[in-house]
């Protein structure tokens, strides 16, 4: 099993509590318990709120759960080596890039230490490739790409580590529905190509259907379906 999440909860403080000091808890993610094999493709969906994010941080090892674990590989996250096997795509890829960085530094960001210069040049024109640029676009800045394109490089980006997990948290969703297809069928692409298992965090079924064999339906913090 690649992935086993095991009673998970998580609560965070409440805003805005009548007293200053006030400890009422929101409980966010409430016991969820479900596992991932190998080349797994499992959506997340369900209402704004209902704690889509927050699962995905708790996978990411970002927030600590009250109270349940997240294992990787038999490995109990947060861990080194779980760092490495995961990475992440987010819907605000215009946020998620440094606008001063050329492409080409934004991919090797997570290659920094990991090759020489010579290697790394190979490394970046492959990856472009992979997502469907060409050489070229290694010496663009962000702005001087379209939004697509700049989704692409973002995939590229995480491709590049070798993850065994890509989670992708509504990394379609500001899309205009052409690029959303040309994104989904590049996904579907890279995880045959790679053996790669996604976690797909979305509000729109008609992707999580095309894209994954799984589906969990979260409602208020709890599995309310898993199919
Ligand atoms: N760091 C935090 N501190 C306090 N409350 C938080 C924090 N992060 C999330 N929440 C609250 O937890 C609940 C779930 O948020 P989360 O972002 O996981 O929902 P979501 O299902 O991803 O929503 P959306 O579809 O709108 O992105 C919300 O009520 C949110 O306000």
């Known amino acids: 099993m690649l992935l086993d999440i ?10 805005n509590q009548k007293s200053l000091f006030g400890k009422e ?5 409430d016991d969820i318990s479900f596992s991932m094999d190998y080349e797994d493709a499992i959506g997340i969906v369900g209402p704004s709120g209902s704690g889509k994010s927050t699962l995905g941080k708790v996978i990411l090892g970002i927030i600590k759960p009250d109270t349940g674990e997240v294992i990787l590989e038999g490995e109990k996250i947060p861990s080194i080596a779980s760092r490495k096997s995961m990475s992440l795509v987010f819907q605000d890829y215009k946020a998620s890039v440094n606008p001063r960085f050329t492409i080409r530094q934004i991919i090797e960001e997570p290659l920094f230490l990991s090759k020489s210069s010579l290697n790394k040049d190979k490394e970046i024109n492959r990856l472009l490739k992979d997502v469907g640029l060409d050489e070229s676009f290694a010496s663009r800045f962000p702005h001087e790409v379209s939004g697509g394109q700049l989704q692409r490089i973002c995939i590229a980006r995480s491709i590049a580590t070798n ?6 948290d509504e990394a379609t969703s500001s899309l ?31 992707s999580i259907n095309y894209l994954c064999n799984k589906v969990i ?4 913090g709890k599995v309310e379906t898993y199919d």
């Not at 095991?6 to 409440?14: A, G, I, L, T, Y």
């Not at 339906?217 to 208020?220: F, I, S």
């Open 6 to 15: 095991r009673n998970v909860s998580v609560s965070f403080k409440k805003e």
């Open 25 to 29: 808890r929101q409980r966010v993610l």
């Open 163 to 168: 993850p065994k997990i890509i989670l992708l």
């Open 176 to 206: 205009d529905l052409e690029n959303q297809i040309n994104i989904l069928d590049l996904l579907k692409e890279l995880k045959s190509k790679y053996k790669l298992s996604y976690i797909f965090i979305s509000h729109d079924l008609d």
């Open 217 to 220: 339906t979260l409602k208020n």
